[in-house]
C-alpha cells in the first residue's frame, strides 16, 4: 500500500494548461480503470473533479480532463483560473478492495 | 441532497480509543460502499478503510489493521470506526465517504482526532 507518486507541485499563469502526473503500479493505476482525481482548498472537504480515469461528475468544468497511460494516469487542467488554485490528489483502486491516494500536488495559478 | 456527518472526535491520550460516527442521508445507504479517509494536520489524504453495502466485506490501510474497526447499521443509515490502540500518529481529520464507481463521490466535513498526552 505505498502513496502513488505525484509531483509536490505544478504552477501555471491563467489561461495556460497544466497537467499532474500521478503514477502507481500494475497493482493499481495500471491494473485497473478505477482512477480518480480531488481538488481540495485549504479546510475543506476534497471534491471529485475525475473518476474511472476520464469521466467528469456533473458540475465539472470540462477544462478538467484526466488520462492513462501504463502505469500512469494525468489530470490536465486547460485555461487555468485563479480558482483552480489548490491541492490535487490521484486515487486508485488496488486490488483486494484496497484503494490508494496520491501524494498531493500544490497548484498555484501565477 | 447528500449528507454525511461525522461526530465522535476529540482529544484521547495514547493507547485510548474511540469511536467515530457518520449519519448518512439523501442517498439510498444501505446499496452504499463506504469508506474512511484521514488526512493529518498539513499532510495528504490516506484511505483507512472500506465497508461494502450489508457489511460483510471490510478492508482496511496496513497502519491500522488489527486496531481499527469499521461497521455499519443500515437501519441508522450510519457506519461507524471503532478505533483502539491509539497513536500519535493516528493524529487527523477523519472523513467518511461515500464510493462511486470506486472513487469518493461525496465527503462528510470530517472529525479531527488528536492522539497526545
Known amino acids: 500500500q505505498s502513496a502513488l507518486t505525484q509531483p509536490r507541485s505544478v504552477s501555471g499563469s491563467p489561461g495556460q494548461s497544466v497537467t499532474i502526473s500521478c503514477t502507481g503500479t500494475?497493482?493499481?493505476?495500471?491494473?485497473?480503470?478505477?482512477v480518480s482525481w480531488y481538488q481540495q482548498h485549504p479546510g475543506k472537504a476534497p471534491k471529485l473533479m475525475i473518476y474511472?480515469?476520464?469521466k467528469r461528475p456533473s458540475g465539472v468544468p470540462d477544462r478538467f480532463s484526466g488520462s492513462k497511460s501504463g502505469n500512469t494516469a494525468s489530470l490536465t487542467i486547460s485555461g487555468l483560473q485563479a480558482e483552480d488554485e489548490a491541492d490535487y490528489y490521484c486515487y486508485s483502486y488496488a486490488d483486494n478492495y484496497t484503494w490508494v491516494f496520491g501524494g498531493g500536488t500544490k497548484l498555484t495559478v501565477l | 441532497e447528500v449528507q454525511l456527518v461525522e461526530s465522535g472526535g476529540g482529544l484521547v491520550q495514547p493507547g485510548g480509543s474511540l469511536r467515530l460516527s457518520c449519519a448518512a442521508s439523501?442517498?439510498?445507504?444501505?446499496?452504499?460502499?463506504m469508506h474512511w479517509v484521514r488526512q493529518a494536520p498539513g499532510k495528504g489524504l490516506v484511505w483507512v478503510s472500506y465497508?461494502?453495502?450489508?457489511?460483510?466485506?471490510?478492508t482496511y490501510a496496513d497502519s491500522v489493521k488489527g486496531r481499527f474497526t469499521i461497521s455499519r447499521d443500515n437501519a441508522k443509515n450510519t457506519v461507524y470506526l471503532q478505533m483502539n490502540s491509539l497513536r500519535a500518529e493516528d493524529t487527523a481529520v477523519y472523513y467518511c465517504?461515500?464510493?462511486?464507481?470506486?472513487?469518493?463521490?461525496?465527503w462528510g466535513q470530517g472529525t479531527l482526532v488528536t492522539v497526545s498526552s
Open positions: 465497508i461494502n453495502s450489508d457489511g460483510s466485506s471490510t
Open positions: 465517504a461515500r464510493d462511486w464507481s470506486y472513487s469518493v463521490e461525496y
Open positions: 500494475s497493482n493499481d493505476v495500471g491494473g485497473y480503470n478505477y
Open positions: 439523501g442517498f439510498t445507504f444501505s446499496n452504499s460502499w
Open positions: 474511472d480515469v476520464s
